[in-house]
T-cell receptor
Framework: EPEVTQTPSHQVTQMGQEVILRCVPISNHLYFYWYRQILGQKVEFLVSFYNNEISEKSEIFDDQFSVERPDGSNFTLKIRSTKLEDSAMYFC?????WGYGYTFGSGTRLTVV | DAKTTQPNSMESNEEEPVHLPCNHSTISGTDYIHWYRQLPSQGPEYVIHGLTSNVNNRMASLAIAEDRKSSTLILHRATLRDAAVYYCIDVNSGGYQKVTFGTGTKLQVIP
């Protein structure tokens, strides 16, 4: 069964450093998403991406965050200057389109120290 | 986004059917009803979705009320592996169909 692949599975970074989280969505999917989950809390929507541009973003997704689909297969989330409160699990998801379910990756655990 | 209402927790005995309810009091006419689950320490996992008719797949069945104000996810035979948090979500067909998670129902399966 097709999978969404995320790398790395765990990243530790120092406060203020830039991190890039990587995702390979399912190849025929057109919609891409990033979510995060702080330990013990709800899964929160960050951003959706379609046709090479952001289609919607939450208030969490401020100027420190950016997304990119650099080569037609990868989908990345960049956090420019990490803060302690960015520590969370980050999930990538993709969808074939309207009326289809989402497939989630297994996540990247980001720890900011 | 439309908000759904689910019980915080439920228990089931292993190998028995489980009916997980959801209320969709503010669902719009073209919103899809999605169900996802999250096993401990894992990412969300798609379970099933539907619009108006009941749906079956290899994981579960989805029963949707005629007025679409409620739905029920049916696990036909619960296993220990089905212990998870289950989320029902109304997915807006307008825009880019963002899935917004609530707090879900934590299902405990008793051996």
């Amino acid at each position: 069964e097709p999978e969404v692949t995320q790398t790395p599975s765990h990243q530790v970074t120092q406060m203020g450093q830039e991190v890039i989280l990587r995702c390979v969505p399912i190849s025929n999917h057109l919609y891409f998403y990033w979510y995060r989950q702080i330990l013990g809390q709800k899964v929160e929507f960050l951003v959706s991406f379609y046709n090479n541009e952001i289609s919607e973003k939450s208030e969490i997704f401020d100027d420190q965050f950016s997304v990119e689909r650099p080569d037609g297969s990868n989908f990345t989330l960049k956090i420019r200057s990490t803060k302690l409160e960015d520590s969370a699990m980050y999930f990538c998801a993709s969808s074939e389109g309207w009326g289809y379910g989402y497939t989630f990756g297994s996540g990247t655990r980001l720890t900011v120290v | 986004d439309a908000k759904t209402t689910q019980p915080n927790s439920m228990e089931s005995n292993e190998e028995e059917p489980v009916h997980l309810p959801c209320n969709h009091s503010t669902i719009s006419g073209t919103d899809y009803i999605h169900w996802y689950r999250q096993l401990p320490s894992q990412g969300p996992e798609y379970v099933i979705h539907g619009l108006t008719s009941n749906v079956n797949n290899r994981m579960a069945s989805l029963a949707i009320a005629e007025d679409r104000k409620s739905s029920t996810l049916i696990l036909h035979r619960a296993t220990l592996r089905d212990a998870a948090v289950y989320y029902c979500i109304d997915v807006n067909s307008g825009g880019y169909q963002k899935v917004t998670f609530g707090t879900g129902t934590k299902l405990q399966v008793i051996p």
